[in-house]
Each structure stands twice: as structure tokens, then as C-alpha cells.
């Protein structure tokens, strides 16, 4: 189940000794939820990937959806989880299987606020060339840096996984590989990026997307030109304090998007 019937969550009943989702602002999950829209309307999530964010009071809680795809979430949706990943107010409704990505950078960063992963289309084949890396490229997204990390799994399970970030362990050695950066990417797979705020780890994940179609397309036309290291921070510092501006719009465009799909 993974109803957006909110008669089915009347028959909630948490453990009122602990915080639940009832006990936090309610604007901080409805932006989750836009968030959740914007990231599909933007093409870096499909039916997969996922948004979360820190619980601002409780920061060994994060909240993040049930197993459902992101464009179709509502706020009745959202699940409360410990750092562990282990779901506190599920009710029934199934949880994503990598959720172990969020918790484990929430463990490993304090600092984080909001995490997105993706298998943002443009950035996958960066992860998987050998010749070309991924670089920042454009002002919009310093944030890359000049050499984000690339999760190899088979070095911490070997061949034959399924890539996906399926135990706790995987979760904590991709948030090792991460280490202190915005970004990372991972093989054969996608890319997560964390934010201090939720509207910067969307801002982020959307101008990752864009840094790749810039870099896929100016590669066709000759050698290119990345950003250096202190031109990618002096350029993050900027374009981050636009964060809010891109929301507005994001956002519009998005409420658009989801309207005429639940009305369709
Ligand atoms: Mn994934």
C-alpha cells in the first residue's frame, strides 16, 4: 500500500513518545513533496530515485517517500526513518530498497540536510568512460568541483551485484567515497548530491543534470574547457544564492505538471 487516501492514514497510530511526522512543520514536507515534482518535471528523476531530508529537530531522523515514483508523491506519502534507515510510521507502505544511501550520509555528514539520488540521465555516462571525466563545466554548477568521486561497487562487494546500494555497509562505503564533496557518482548507475538546505540539494541535482548535457555536447565539438578549482568554488558561492529563485519557478512549473497528471 501506498495510498494517497487519507483515510488510510487515520488508522496511523504512532509511538507518541517519539517524533513523528506530525510533529514537524508541515511546510518542510510539502516542500519535500515539491521537491519530489520538481526533480521529475526536470528530468533527473524518473520513476526512480528519491529526495530526503534531515528532520530539523531530531537530526538522527530523516524524512523520505514510500516506494513510489516521485512525480505521484503527496504528503501523505512520506515516511519517517532512523539513521539506521529503519522506517518508523511505515504503516504497511513499502520503502525503497537504497534508502540506506540517505541514512548513511546523514550519519557520516552532520552537516547535510537534504540528499538526492538519481539515475539522472545525462550524468550515468559520465560514470561508466574511462577517458572523459565529469567536470564542472558551467557557473551553474561549481558545486562539481574539479574531480567528483566515483563510487565503484565491485570494490566493496566484487562482481556480480546489482549496483544498487542494498545494506547498510554499501550505504556507509558510498558515503565514504562521497567524503566531504557535493557530489558523487556511481558506475553503471546515477549520482547522489547532498545539500544544506533542501532547495540547494535540488538545485544541485538539477544543475548536475544540465553540467552533463553541457559537457556531452561541448565534448562533440572539440577539447573543452572545464573550471578550475577556485573558479568552481568562487562560482558556487554565487550562483548558490539564486537557489531560491529557481525554486519559484521549479515549482510553478511543476505544480502544473502534477495537476494535469493526477487529473488525467
Ligand atoms: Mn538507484
Known amino acids: 500500500m501506498c495510498s494517497s487516501d487519507p483515510s488510510k492514514i487515520a488508522h496511523v497510530v504512532p509511538d507518541r513518545s517519539k517524533p513523528s511526522t506530525r510533529d514537524t512543520p ?10 519530489n515534482h520538481i526533480l521529475f518535471e526536470r528530468g533527473v528523476l524518473d520513476a526512480f530515485g ?7 529537530q531530531e537530526p538522527d531522523r530523516y524524512f523520505l517517500a514510500c516506494n513510489k515514483a516521485p512525480g505521484l508523491i503527496t504528503v501523505q506519502d512520506i515516511i519517517e526513518f532512523d539513521l539506521d534507515s529503519n522506517p518508523l510510521d511505515a504503516d ?3 520503502v525503497y530498497l537504497e534508502r540506506f544511501i540517505h ?14 539520488h538519481s539515475h539522472s540521465p545525462t550524468v550515468v ?17 561549481g558545486f562539481i568541483g574539479s574531480k567528483p568521486p566515483v563510487f565503484e561497487i565491485r570494490d566493496a562487494v566484487g562482481d556480480g551485484s546489482d549496483l544498487l546500494i ?27 548530491v547532498v545539500g544544506h538546505t533542501l532547495k540547494q540539494a535540488v538545485f544541485r541535482a538539477v544543475y548536475t543534470e544540465v553540467n552533463a548535457r553541457t559537457q556531452a555536447v ?5 577539447e573543452i574547457i572545464c573550471l578550475s578549482a577556485r573558479e568552481a568554488d568562487a562560482a558556487k558561492l554565487s550562483t548558490e544564492g539564486q537557489a531560491e529563485r529557481a525554486w ?10 502534477h495537476n494535469s497528471l493526477i487529473n488525467a
Open 248 to 257: 519559484g519557478l521549479w515549482e510553478r512549473s511543476a505544480a502544473i505538471m
Open 92 to 94: 504497511g507502505r513499502p
Open 103 to 116: 541514512g548513511e550520509i546523514y550519519k557520516a555528514r552532520p552537516e547535510v540536510v537534504s540528499v538526492v
Open 166 to 192: 542494498r545494506t547498510p555497509s554499501l550505504g556507509e562505503a558510498l558515503a565514504r567515497e562521497m567524503g566531504q564533496q557535493d557530489l558523487v557518482l556511481m558506475r553503471g548507475h546515477g549520482a547522489t
Open 26 to 35: 508541515a511546510d518542510l514536507l510539502s516542500q519535500l513533496v515539491i521537491a
Open 50 to 56: 528519491h529526495i530526503s531530508v534531515r528532520h530539523p
Open 218 to 222: 561541448a565534448s562533440t565539438l572539440g
Open 125 to 141: 555516462p559520465f560514470t561508466i568512460i574511462k577517458d572523459t571525466p565529469f567536470r564542472a563545466v558551467c557557473h551553474m554548477a
